[in-house]
């Protein structure tokens, strides 16, 4: 029975609408600049730390792609070596709260009653503190760095997944395929497992890529404010901040470059996550 | 005085979609109803009948689009400048639709929903809207109107809102009712309750009525003439006593021969294949297909309307298949 | 309204008080609420308390005496249980004294005073910007199917550009490139301080903005396409009388929860944005107390922070229940 929901489910996730330019074109984005956060540091034609006073507050040139910043380290390098932290951070949320959120919904929609109700109100407590300052004092308590925001954020993310899981795992559990298998004495386990979580999975996938958008930003934040990666670490959140100094001399690439990496991922994520909810009928 | 009938429908054809993707959803539909005149129009979902409906009050969603001529009391519905659209829609004519909970805003009393047409039409006061929509209550047995008019359509049962539609229907005073099917969203009980409502504030008002099911029996049950649909297309037109009791078109007698009896226990006989939409008929007669009696012709010529016996039909075999029918409709 | 339930009612009632409807209202306004602000407080509170750090070496410096340090101890309760110095803190922050900060060793109510206000501005002028933006530009992209696309895109881009992403780009363009505005600083007195706070004020709410114009845009499209919609339409009432008291007003829940969403987060929004521009407020003081582990003050400033959003969102619910009639007369 289990093949069959899942050849089912993989049947109507691959026949309906099988054109969608935008979930095409962004899904690619997407792949890329992972592939691209992946391999960064691999391909990067400088040193992201190498200082070369020489070569300092540089506009872009042949030399260098995106310019120099005040210290004359080539920022394309520091912007490419910094995908891979920018994207660690949100992926590790991403994954933690999707994980943990799906778990609760599953919990809660399964049990209902009690359960349910603490959940909710659980819910509702962590929807009142507002993420950055979660983040903020997670680093106040743990001090500055990669994992104190990192877990903070996961706790953060937790709810929004928790939630929309739990509405679509309701729906789900009423119907009557899981009576079926409960009749026909399967453990709860294994109809989660195997039946409940299948059917709602795609919702969780789109949730996390819309998740992750945000992750990307928020993490990035927390680093702007001295509060995560600490310099001279590349990462795009720190290189935002470092450029400030220069954007008031007139020199604005690295400021830029680091905000435009930002922005693009977002975009792509956030509008792959948005065609992926379409596509799988959630809401959103 | 003119005496041209209060609608009349001529070679009306409904396109939907986009530049790329246009589909015929209603082709070349014939369809008049006199002053006092009820009318059904019968077929199963898809067949274009609301379509057709909304054509009429020319309230189609943006991207589909009418051809032909659709003439209320002689004067061109598609013509109207968007100020006698609204007079037309406002006092001339009235929409009684399927779902009265999806159709009725849910943050307004009803004792808005029921006066707004007139009151936005002014045709009446506010003072005297409520008071007439009162009195049209008690005349259809609303208990306690006043308490009503204060209430939201959450709080009403679906038969009861239903009953509050044909109240906003009736209010204006119209010439012509269309009901899209009054009472398939209602639980059967209340079916035929608010069904004599409708039929019996008709007749004593000698209004024009549409009349639009997928329910052949229940059309017959409160019309004068009857037309079947099919796939976009009339196949049937005639009074309602001849058409109910000897169906011409091998539709029509289908559908006749698949309801479940009440006084005989016999096995149904459900029309074979699926209900096709207009625009998936390449040519030939759109029932071709799932006609027992259709030979090459029926599948290469499509068969216009034409008169036998004192009614339209569109059906090339008409003249052979007569007694079959029969035995297919009474066996 | 029959007679069973109000004989029977009397007894019921008294069994299951808490089910009244005044009782249930308090209990989400109110109870809720105030729960759930003491909840996160004393989460913040704990954990702050308990994280390490030694507050007496920061107030008294290293060379103090074992005697001052141990009386220091006993003033600031640091040996008493936890809940002890939660009450402590709660009865002291009720009336006003929140503690004494560590690093300027002032009390921390007096540290909060000014900036409060400094934050205010700011968030109030977000706010305006974010109504003002949200709502038009939502409204366009709502009603205009040929402007939709562009709206969304434009939404769809903002919301993607993080506060501290626009604040470089701002300072880079109108401070230092154009010289229309100043780079940091909050200003001081009316109209300086309107000029400081412009470019923080637009850096705070483009993604806030972004969000409303797209929540705007599809809770009024959603709407127009809405069936009740389309009986309005059908009864002939003009365009404006429908989009104003249908659409717009059905539209209004939806735009309203998300409008006093994004007030409610614009708080901690400043949280990035003051430490960016260099304006001394909540924010900027939060951000430098974390740094030099102040705890009293953070406690201060992210209790008062999480208050702040509790109190908009639940009255956004009150909002909710006062336009919903679902909501407001029981279900």
Same mark, same amino acid.
């Given at each position: ?6 050849t089912?489910?993989?049947?109507r996730m ?11 074109v ?39 792609l995106?310019g ?11 912007a ?22 799906t ?16 959940l ?63 009749l ?24 996390a ?45 690295q ?6 990496c ?23 | ?11 009306v ?26 009318v ?12 057709l ?45 399927q ?23 002014k ?8 008071q ?29 809102l ?34 004599a ?5 008709i ?7 549409l ?20 796939a ?22 289908g ?6 009896s ?7 006989k ?17 029932f ?23 009614r ?7 003249e ?12 | ?9 009397v ?20 109870v809720?609420?105030v ?7 004393f ?21 103090a ?28 922050a ?9 690093t300027?060793?002032e ?22 910007l974010?109504?003002?933006a949200?709502?038009?530009?939502g409204?366009?992209?709502?009603? #205009?199917?040929?402007?939709? *696309?562009? =709206?969304? !895109?434009?939404?769809? $881009?903002?919301?993607? %550009?993080?506060?501290f &992403?626009? /604040?470089t ?21 009316f ?13 705070l ?48 829940l ?11 987060g614009?708080?901690a ?21 974390? #740094?030099?582990?102040?705890? *009293?003050? =953070?406690? !201060?400033?992210?209790? $008062?922070?999480?208050? %702040?959003?509790?109190? &908009?969102? /639940? ?17």
């Amino acid at each position: 029975m289990a093949t069959l929901t899942a050849t089912l489910r993989l049947r109507r996730m691959s026949t309906r609408r099988p054109g969608d330019p935008l979930l095409m074109v962004s899904a690619a984005l997407a792949a890329g600049l992972v592939v691209l956060a992946v391999i960064g540091p691999w391909i990067a034609p400088y040193d992201p730390a190498a200082t070369d006073v020489l070569a300092a507050s540089q506009g872009p040139s042949g030399a260098h792609l995106f310019g120099t910043d005040s210290l004359g380290r080539d920022i394309f390098s520091r912007a490419l070596t910094g995908a891979r932290l920018s994207f660690a951070g949100p992926g590790i949320i991403v994954l933690g709260s999707a994980g943990l959120g799906t778990l609760l919904a599953l919990a809660a929609a399964w049990h209902g009653g009690w359960v349910d109700r603490l959940l909710n109100r659980l819910l509702t407590l962590l929807f009142a503190i507002p993420g950055v300052l979660v983040a903020v004092v997670a680093a106040a308590v743990f001090g500055a760095g990669f994992w104190a925001p990192v877990l903070a954020l996961t706790l953060v993310y937790t709810p929004y997944v928790a939630r929309v899981v739990r509405s679509v795992a309701v729906r789900q559990r009423q119907l009557p395929y899981i009576e079926a298998l409960q009749l026909a004495g399967l453990p709860t386990w294994r109809i989660c497992l195997r039946h409940l979580l299948p059917n709602v999975a795609p919702i969780v996938l789109a949730q996390a890529t819309i998740g992750f958008g945000s992750a990307l930003m928020d993490f990035g934040a927390v680093s702007f404010l001295g509060l995560g990666m600490q310099p001279p670490t590349a990462e795009w959140g720190v290189m935002v901040a470092d450029g400030r100094s220069e954007v008031l001399d007139g020199a604005v690439q690295q400021s830029m470059a680091a905000g435009l990496c930002i922005v693009i991922s977002v975009v792509a994520f956030n509008v792959l996550g948005e065609r992926l909810t379409q596509r799988f009928g959630g809401t959103r | 005085m003119n005496n041209a009938p209060l609608l009349e429908l001529r070679g009306v054809g409904i396109t939907a979609g986009d530049r790329r993707n246009r589909r015929t959803l209603v082709r070349d539909v014939d369809l008049t109803v006199a002053a006092g005149e009820t009318v059904g129009l019968v077929g199963e979902s898809g067949s274009g009948k609301s379509m057709l409906v909304k054509s009429a009050m020319r309230l189609l969603p943006r991207h589909a689009a009418t051809s032909g001529r659709i003439d209320f009391e002689g004067r061109s519905v598609l013509g109207f400048s968007r100020r006698e659209l609204s007079a037309y829609r406002s006092r001339d004519v009235a929409l009684i639709h399927q779902d009265p909970r999806a159709h009725t805003n849910p943050l307004r009393t009803i004792g808005d929903f029921l006066v707004e047409g007139v009151v936005a039409g002014k045709l009446l006061g506010p003072r005297e809207a409520r008071q007439r929509a009162c009195a049209l209550m008690a005349a259809i047995g609303i208990t306690d109107p006043e308490h009503r008019l204060t209430q939201y359509p959450h709080q009403l049962s679906g038969g009861l809102l239903q009953r509050m539609m044909i109240v906003a229907a009736l209010l204006p005073s119209p010439k012509l009712v269309f009901a899209d099917e009054p009472t398939t969203a209602l639980d059967v009980t209340v079916q035929s309750e608010v069904m004599a409502i409708l039929q019996e504030q008709i007749r004593e008002r000698n209004l024009g009525l549409l009349f639009i099911s997928h329910d052949l029996d229940l059309a017959a049950a409160v019309t004068d003439s009857l037309a079947v649909m099919y796939a976009g297309t009339v196949v049937e037109r005639g009074t309602t006593a001849e058409v109910y009791s000897r169906p011409l078109h091998p539709y029509t007698a289908g559908l006749l021969a698949c309801r479940p009896s009440a006084t005989a226990v016999t096995r149904l006989k459900p029309i074979p294949g699926r209900p096709v939409s207009a625009y998936e008929v390449a040519s030939g007669c759109a029932f071709a297909a799932r006609c027992p009696f259709a030979t090459e012709e029926c599948r290469k010529d499509r068969p216009q309307l034409r008169t036998v016996e004192d009614r339209l039909v569109a059906c090339h075999r008409v003249e052979q298949i007569g007694a079959e029918l029969a035995q297919v409709v009474h066996s | 309204m029959s007679v069973s339930t109000s004989a029977a009612g009397v007894p019921a009632r008294l069994r299951t008080s808490w089910r009244h409807p005044a009782t249930a209202l308090a209990m989400t306004y109110v109870v809720g609420p105030v729960l759930t602000i003491l909840c996160a407080s004393f989460l913040l509170f704990a954990v702050l308390t308990l994280s390490p750090g030694d507050p007496v070496a920061q107030l008294l410096g290293p060379h103090a005496s074992d005697s001052a340090r141990a009386a220091m101890r006993v003033r600031l309760g640091l040996d008493d249980p936890l809940p002890e110095r939660y009450w402590h803190w709660l009865t002291g922050a009720l009336h006003g004294d929140l503690g004494t900060s560590l690093t300027y060793r002032e009390p921390v109510s007096d540290l909060l005073a000014p900036r409060l206000l400094t934050t205010f501005v700011l968030v109030g002028m977000a706010a305006v910007l974010i109504l003002v933006a949200g709502l038009v530009l939502g409204g366009i992209g709502g009603t #205009s199917p040929r402007w939709r *696309p562009l =709206v969304n !895109a434009l939404a769809g $881009l903002g919301i993607a %550009v993080p506060a501290f &992403v626009a /604040t470089t780009f701002l300072i880079s363009v109108f401070a230092v490139n154009l010289g229309w505005f100043p780079t940091g600083g909050a200003g001081s007195g009316f109209t300086d301080r309107l000029w400081h706070l412009t470019l923080p004020a637009i850096a705070l709410s483009i993604g806030y903005a972004a969000y409303l114009i797209q929540m705007t845009s599809s809770a009024i499209g959603e709407e127009a396409v809405a069936e009740h919609v389309l009986t309005g339409r059908g009864r002939g009432l003009p365009g404006s009388w429908v989009f104003r008291r249908h659409i717009l007003r059905n539209a209004a829940l939806p735009i309203l929860t998300a409008s006093g969403l994004t007030v409610a987060g614009l708080v901690a929004g400043a949280v990035v944005v003051e430490p960016a521009f260099g304006i001394d407020g909540i924010g900027s003081l939060l951000i430098r107390s974390v #740094s030099a582990k102040d705890y *009293p003050v =953070v406690t !201060a400033v992210s209790a $008062l922070i999480v208050t %702040v959003f509790v109190v &908009v969102t /639940t009255l956004l619910d009150a909002g909710q229940h006062l336009l919903d009639p679902r909501l407001r007369k029981g279900r």
